[in-house]
C-alpha cells in the first residue's frame, strides 16, 4: 500500500513540477475525438486553438445523437470558447441544447482577488481560483479538488484516483498511458448528477487519449486526430 500510494505521490509531483502549464500543449493547434455509446459512433468533439503571442484561445464543439429505427431519440450540441493570457485561465463561454433543453456557462475571473466568477444556467456566484473548467483536454484536472461544468457552470468537487499506466489501442496506435479516475466526493449527489469517469492521458505528453463512463449505456471519448 506505501509503493502504491508513493507511486501516485510521484506521478501527481511530476505532473505539477514539469507539466502544470498550459503551454505544454503548444505544439497542438487541432485535437479530435468520436464519442461512442455501446461501441456504436454517435459524434464528435472537437477542439481548436488559436494562438496571438502569449494569448491562446480553444474554441470546442461538442455533437451527437441516439437513433433507433431511423429515429432520433436525443440530441445534444454545444459550442464553447475557453480563453488564456499568459498562460492564465481568462474566461469561458458555453451554449448547449441538450435535448432541446438550453444551457448555458459564462465564466470570468474577478480582477481583485483573481477568484473565478460564474454565471450559469445551473449555478451562480463566486468559487475559489483553484478550481478549474472540465474540459478534459487538460491534464491540470488531476490535481484539482473541483471543477466547473463546461455545460452548466455547476461545481463538481472530485476525488481522483491514480489506477496506473495502461496501453491503449486506437486505430493501428497503442498509446502509453496514465489512467485515472474522477469521482463525486459528494455523496449525497443523485444517481444522474454523480462524476464518475475514466480519463487516459498518454504518459510523457499528457495528451488527452481517451475518456470513458457508464450513464445510460456505456460511453467512450476516443482521439480521432491530434495536429
Known amino acids: ?22 503551454d505544454h500543449y503548444k505544439n497542438y493547434n487541432y485535437l479530435e475525438y468520436e464519442l461512442f455509446r455501446n461501441n456504436k459512433s454517435i459524434g464528435y468533439h472537437i ?20 437513433t433507433k429505427l431511423g429515429v432520433n431519440l436525443y440530441k445534444y450540441y454545444a459550442k464553447g470558447v475557453e480563453k488564456y493570457k499568459n498562460g492564465v485561465f481568462s474566461s469561458f463561454n458555453s451554449e448547449t441544447n441538450q435535448n432541446k433543453k438550453n444551457k448555458y456557462v459564462n ?17 451562480k456566484g463566486k ?24 455545460v452548466s457552470g455547476r461545481v463538481i468537487e472530485q ?38 469517469t475514466d480519463i487516459w492521458y498518454e504518459e510523457g505528453t499528457f495528451l488527452w487519449v ?11 471519448y476516443r482521439l480521432k486526430k491530434a495536429k
Not at 500500500?1 to 510521484?10: G, N
Not at 472540465?134 to 491534464?139: C, E, K, L, R, S
Not at 479516475?181 to 462524476?195: C, E, G, R, T, V
Open 107 to 123: 465564466i470570468e475571473v474577478d480582477p481583485v482577488d483573481k477568484n473565478l466568477i460564474i454565471d450559469g444556467s445551473s449555478f
Open 210 to 220: 481517451k475518456a470513458a463512463f457508464d450513464k445510460t449505456g456505456y460511453w467512450e
Open 47 to 66: 477542439y481548436k486553438f488559436t494562438r496571438n503571442k502569449s494569448d491562446l484561445v480553444i474554441d470546442n464543439e461538442v455533437s451527437f445523437k441516439i
Open 1 to 22: 500500500m506505501k509503493k502504491f500510494l508513493f507511486s501516485i505521490t510521484l506521478i501527481f509531483l511530476i505532473i505539477k513540477e514539469i507539466h502544470a502549464h498550459i
Open 159 to 196: 476525488n481522483v484516483e491514480f489506477k496506473g499506466k495502461e496501453d491503449v489501442k486506437i486505430g493501428d496506435k497503442v498509446y502509453k498511458t496514465l489512467r485515472f479516475n474522477f469521482s463525486s466526493s459528494d455523496p449525497n449527489l443523485s444517481k444522474d448528477k454523480k462524476l464518475n
Open 127 to 150: 468559487v475559489n481560483k483553484d478550481i478549474i473548467i472540465g474540459t478534459w483536454w487538460n491534464h491540470e484536472i488531476v490535481q484539482r479538488k473541483a471543477q466547473i461544468s463546461a
